[in-house]
């Protein structure tokens, strides 16, 4: 029996999610675009996920566009802006945190002549709203920022640093990247005040190759992919109804439960930080009020030589960012966490399901490493 405590590069199914993925593929298995009935069966399991994702976010199912994933939904969101709004305003702002599939693209647009401001934390180690609205000017298209982040749980200021731009420039579009929070934090997008924001469906319990991307009323994007207009034309391309039916039916099973299942992973959190601080040699490197579902420690190996050690005993932790695949993304460093530590970094990322036993059987492996490898 395998411990997976990498739920933060992906997670299991559940149950619910299979189950609609495979009848959407036997029973609906329509194009939901056809004008017969098949067509209309499967649109109708298209549309009641459309409809359970939208209320998780306090939206409209007409705010909800399926993508492939929330780097599709990142891509979608920065390069469809751009090419809407930036003829004349060419700044963005955004966190220096973000995930790859946000600054590779604000790499990609910086190239197109687009003003890219990174804004780093402070000293402490915290973002600050502040630095997010002094670096807003007229000339501001779009800021950015992730609500957490992916491999140290990190919370950001979203909320209030949004709500304050709002005031001060009511014309900069917000956008965020809700990946690591949905069905863990709740949140709305009004409250928010969130223009767009960035889903995935393999986070949160359902299946990889579905994402969906928030747009509030009123905000124009131009596509990225374009043919024969589905998803209001904003997302070209046949919708894979099972993903999306899968998508759907995990939301509805853990949008009730979001509450419940955050206190119990903090439960586990705070056994685990109280069981590895006894270790020496072991530094805890996500702040005390991080989302209790990833926390990133250093121990005294390399990471990879730690994760491959742990993998043989059949836990499973990841170095870092998974997306990565092993490089080193510089985001451990914008929070002051370099050189051995950083190259020592582990990742564990649990789910409401994690026991205490699990834990105990890491803890137990990791102390072995520490003591017994070499490197
Ligand atoms: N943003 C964040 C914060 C993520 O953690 C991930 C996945 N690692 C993504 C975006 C990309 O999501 P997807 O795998 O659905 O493309």
């Not at 411990?3 to 933060?8: K, Q, S």
């Not at 220096?96 to 590779?104: L, P």
């Not at 695949?325 to 985001?331: A, D, H, I, L, N």
């Amino acid at each position: 029996m395998s411990i997976y405590l990498d739920n933060a590069a992906t997670t299991k199914p559940c149950r619910e999610a299979v189950e609609s993925a495979v009848n959407a593929m036997t029973e609906n298995f329509g194009n939901p675009s056809s004008l017969h009935r098949a067509g209309l069966d499967a649109q109708l399991v298209l549309d009641n996920a459309r409809k359970v994702i939208a209320s998780s976010t306090g939206a409209e199912s007409e705010n909800i566009i399926f993508t492939s994933g929330a780097t599709e939904s990142n891509n979608l969101a920065i390069r469809g802006i751009c090419s809407a709004y930036g003829k004349r305003k060419k700044k963005i702002i955004v966190s220096s945190v973000e995930h790859a599939s946000v600054d590779e693209t604000l790499n990609d647009v910086e190239k197109n002549g687009f003003e890219v401001v990174r804004i780093s934390p402070r000293e402490d180690g915290n973002f600050y709203a502040e630095d997010f609205i002094n670096a807003c000017d007229e000339n501001t298209v779009l800021i950015i920022m992730m609500y957490v982040n992916n491999e140290t749980g990190y919370i950001l200021p979203v909320q209030e640093t949004f709500t304050k731009v709002k005031k001060r420039f009511p014309d900069i579009i917000t956008h965020t990247d809700c990946v690591q929070a949905y069905m863990k934090i709740n949140f709305k997008a009004g409250r928010l005040c969130a223009d767009l924001i960035s889903l995935s469906g393999h986070k949160i319990h359902a299946v990889k190759g579905i994402g969906a991307l928030y747009i509030r009323k009123g905000i124009r994007l131009i596509p990225i992919i374009t043919g024969g207009k589905q998803e209001k034309g904003i997302r070209s391309g046949t919708e894979s109804v099972p993903l999306a039916a899968a998508f759907g039916s995990a939301v509805n099973r853990f949008s009730k439960d979001i509450d419940t299942r955050y206190e119990k992973v903090s439960e586990l959190k705070k056994y685990l930080v109280e069981k590895i601080s006894e270790i020496d040699g072991v530094e805890i490197n996500s702040p005390e009020n991080c989302s209790p579902y990833i926390i990133n420690i250093s121990q005294n190996k390399r990471s990879e030589i730690m994760l491959h050690f742990l993998e043989s005993k059949g836990i499973y932790v990841s170095s870092g960012s998974a997306c990565s695949k092993g490089q080193q993304s510089g985001v451990l460093g914008q929070f002051g966490i370099t050189g051995k530590r950083a190259d020592c970094a582990i990742r564990i990322s649990m789910t409401a399901e994690t026991t205490i036993q699990e834990l105990d059987e890491f803890i137990n492996a990791l102390k072995y490493g520490m003591e017994n490898l070499r490197g």
